[in-house]
């Protein structure tokens, strides 16, 4: 193996980010953030439009080199020994540049090729990243015929196709259905158990279905870096909410009840079952609400289907980990989360009668279509196939 005077290939760490900056002209897209990441770690890499995610992934994958400061994967600096790190670096950037008129037998050779994995291995590579990405079915197809999800699960292919260490996914499932995002996150999970990965995204979901830790990043500056649980939990006490539950269609009327109701400071609906309707409290006394509902109200409430505690939202915890502040003009897009996912609530379920669980979620939280053209198309198709959420905006 090639060794250079700056490689630390015994390093612990996968990846190490030291006061790293990035400036476009004037524009500072990278504010000297700093953060480590070990082996076998999987890291949601979490921020709003314009937060710095792609710029440090392209950073990371020596796409792009930095202007400041330092950024070592796999032992090696990103700037000094880049050819190292490219061996050792799996990408998936937000739109994988796929050859549309290729098959995908050969277009899989051919990063193979380019990847500097042997002839002699070729097909045994192309063999397993088929079977792990689950794309033995469509090898033979040519790329344009395929589906966006088998389009993600190639560039996934070709990511891994040289047996990277450290695997960077820029936001992998954007603009993908609900069954196709369960399914490459299924895929990351399987690559995970044995590599190192570092994804971006904006789905809070997509971080507590496969992430072991995340990392914030706003305005270019890291703005937290914990477990999921931490963060939950900080957020859980910051902003208290309840959901809950009613047998019978949304109405007027419940939704005044309810925001009149102790410590309600805000109230949303959620959806919910046909014949069910779903409400997020925002409280200043869990306790109190949680008295007020169980009270009801014999001229408005209906049946009380369930209560919970909330799970964070994305935009609560944007809120406090950003004090509300994101890059400019951007747009954050969050909805009700999936109450079964929040772990932190569990002693505060007080109600939950009948047999039908609420089902209150939509699994993207997408930002609005960036300026970038090369993400529009993905971003305006996650859009689309956003339901059940609300948006905030924020200048
Ligand atoms: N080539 C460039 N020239 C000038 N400014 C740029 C360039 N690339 C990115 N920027 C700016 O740098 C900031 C960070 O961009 P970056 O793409 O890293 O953010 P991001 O967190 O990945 O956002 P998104 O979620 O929208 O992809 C943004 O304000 C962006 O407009």
Not at 224 to 252: I, N, Q, T
Not at 326 to 336: K, M, N, W
Not at 370 to 386: I, P, R, Y
Request: aromatic share 4%; charged share 25%; net charge negative.
């Amino acid at each position: 193996m090639e060794t250079s005077s700056t490689s630390g290939a015994a390093s612990a760490e996968s990846i190490v980010v030291e006061n790293l900056h990035k400036r476009y002209g004037d524009f500072e897209a990278l504010d000297g953030i700093s953060f480590s990441i070990k082996p076998g770690e999987i890291v949601g890499f979490l921020g709003p439009n314009g937060a710095g995610k792609t710029t440090t992934m392209k950073i990371l994958t020596c796409f792009m080199s930095a202007t400041g400061g330092s950024a070592r994967v796999a032992g090696f600096d990103v700037q000094k020994d880049s050819a190292e790190v490219r061996r050792r670096v799996g990408y998936l950037p937000e739109n994988v540049p796929l050859y549309d008129e290729m098959i995908v037998f050969d277009y899989l050779r051919f990063v193979a090729e380019l990847r500097g994995v042997a002839r002699a291995r070729r097909q045994e590579r192309i063999r397993a990243v088929a079977e792990l990405t689950g794309l033995e079915q469509v090898m033979g197809r040519t790329i344009s015929e395929l589906s966006k999800g088998y389009r993600q699960r190639v560039g996934l292919a070709q990511a891994i196709i040289h047996e990277p260490d450290v695997i960077v996914l820029d936001e992998p499932t954007t603009g993908l259905d609900p069954n196709q995002i369960i399914e490459i996150r299924d895929v990351i999970k399987t690559i995970g158990k044995e590599k190192t990965i570092i994804f971006s995204t904006h789905i809070l979901q997509e971080v507590t279905a496969v992430c072991d830790r995340i990392i914030i990043i706003n305005r270019g500056k890291i703005v937290a870096d914990g477990s999921l649980h931490e963060l939950e939990v900080r957020v859980a006490k910051a902003e208290p909410g309840l959901v809950v539950s009613y047998e019978g269609e949304a109405s007027d009327a419940l939704n005044a009840w309810l925001s009149n109701l102790a410590g309600v400071e805000g109230v949303s609906e959620v959806g919910g079952r046909p014949g069910s309707s779903t409400y997020r409290l925002k409280t200043l006394d869990k306790a109190a609400t949680r008295r007020a509902l169980l009270a009801g109200e014999p001229g408005v409430a209906r049946e009380l289907l369930s209560l919970r505690e909330a799970e964070p939202t994305l935009e609560a915890i944007f809120r406090l980990y950003t004090g509300g502040e994101t890059e400019e003009g951007a747009r954050v897009e969050v909805s009700v989360a999936d109450t079964s996912v929040m772990s932190s609530g569990g002693e505060d379920v007080v109600a939950q009668q009948g047999d039908a669980p609420v089902e209150a979620s939509s699994e993207n939280l997408n930002a609005s279509p960036s300026e970038g053209a090369e993400s529009m198309v993905d971003e305006a198709a996650a859009m689309d196939e956003t339901s059940e959420s609300e948006e905030v905006s924020r200048g």
